[in-house]
């Protein structure tokens, strides 16, 4: 089905800079992302969206879209977050549009760079689409707005066709689930459903109810510092203790080299000086196992080293980020057949892989509420390479209604 307002919105949302800020320590990270809600929540109540609120507390906004049957159908809830990644730049997204793909190189602006069918050949899927790219100098933002744009062009059409019958429907937009802190506050209770879906997915038919177990490590080298004419015996370089501890992690288990199922050790950062070095990592695997077996090995081999240097130099600072929200959706594989069956119906192949990243579903899982994932259909994301489909994501909102009839069917 072809949604009228759909492309506009999702524009008008990208436009928005809403990235996160790992540094901060309010809720939500930025002020921007505090904006962009009030301007969701404006749109919402615009709609004819019910009981439109903003929390406080956790940064949701969230609303309701009545039921239109009195038949009995558990509640829906549909999550999107409202921040864009923190890791590349998104001042001034000015997205391009491109109607009828040729197949063919697609110029990002002026930037001198290109999407090129020979580097990513996931272009072919997407010949005669309409196609909405970056111009090569910031990401693109489709993780999420596309998710955002979906859930409110459903919102927007579900209140439009009344006779579709349907149960009682939350939508939801939180902050920062890009830095990984956007769903710890969230609020099962205020959002009153039976299961949700987050739409937050990538390309045309995911569904993903595996994710990693995650954990961010923080290692820190202490040195000393001497002149180096006289050092011998005496310095101790922090920044060659840092060389040595990632030199420590397997190779081949790094995320360049892993795919599906197999997870990794990934180094996000690496600062020092003789004095001192600083080591930033991330920690990720699907079995259970295999994470706990991870998170000691970083333990043992700054053990060892501090065992040679026959001091303490090497401190490992460890916190667990989620879990493999399976543990959880093992017990309610109901909601995955019915997202099954709904794409079905709309003609979509499911695409059932684990999540190779995070999600807001994870946590909400672990809170009490199961959380799948849908797919919005970014590809490329978090990058100037990011670009989007407008079938699939018309596609993707085909699949949210048709969600929602057949729950109430």
């Known amino acids: 089905m072809t949604y009228e307002r759909l492309l506009d919105r999702f524009i008008g949302y990208v436009k928005v800079d809403t990235q996160s800020d790992p540094g901060s320590a309010t809720t939500p990270s930025t002020p921007s992302q505090v904006e962009f809600a009030h301007k969701l929540a404006d749109e919402m109540r615009a709609l004819g969206v019910r009981d439109v609120h903003y929390l406080e507390h956790n940064g949701y906004v969230v609303g309701t879209i009545p039921a239109t049957t009195d038949r009995p159908a558990p509640k829906i809830g549909f999550i999107a977050h409202m921040d864009t990644a923190s890791d590349f730049s998104a001042d001034g997204v000015a997205p391009q549009i491109v109607r009828d793909y040729d197949g063919g190189v697609i110029p990002l602006g002026a930037s001198g760079f290109a999407l090129d069918p020979a580097e990513f050949p996931s272009l072919a899927s997407y010949v005669g689409q309409t196609l909405i790219t970056t111009d090569g100098t910031t990401l693109l933002g489709s993780d999420d707005k596309s998710g955002d744009a979906e859930i409110m062009t459903m919102a927007e059409h579900l209140l439009a066709h009344p006779e579709i019958e349907h149960g009682e429907i939350r939508i939801g937009f939180g902050p920062d689930e ?13 959002f009153d459903v039976d299961f949700a879906f987050t739409v937050d997915g990538g390309p045309l038919g995911e569904l993903q109810y595996e994710s990693f177990s995650a954990a961010e490590a923080i290692v820190d080298f202490l040195g000393k510092a001497v002149h180096p004419g006289t050092a011998k015996g005496q310095m101790v370089n922090a920044s060659n203790l840092a060389i040595e501890f990632h030199n420590a992690l397997p190779a081949a288990d790094r995320p360049e080299k892993t795919e599906g199922r197999e997870g990794f050790w990934h180094l996000l950062a690496l600062t020092g000086v003789v004095d001192h070095a600083q080591s930033h990592y991330i920690i990720r695997d699907h079995d259970d196992a295999e994470f706990a077996r991870r998170k000691q090995s970083m333990l043992d081999i700054a053990a060892a ?19 493999n929200m399976a543990t959880v959706l093992k017990d309610h594989m109901h909601i995955i057949e019915l997202a099954k069956a709904a794409m079905a119906r709309v003609g979509v192949e499911p695409v059932i892989t684990p999540i190779r990243g995070g999600t807001d579903g994870s946590k909400i899982s ?33 699949v949210l209604v048709e969600i929602v009839r057949l729950n109430a069917s």
């Open 178 to 190: 890009e830095i990984g802190t956007g769903a710890d506050k969230f609020d099962v209770a205020d």
């Open 305 to 323: 080293m501090n065992a040679e240097l026959g001091q303490e130099r090497v401190t490992v600072t460890m916190h667990d980020q989620y879990y």
């Open 366 to 398: 672990f809170l009490g509420l199961p959380t799948p994932n849908l797919f919005a259909g970014g590809e490329n994301m978090h990058s100037r390479f990011e670009y989007v489909s407008l079938q699939v994501m018309e596609q993707a909102v085909d």
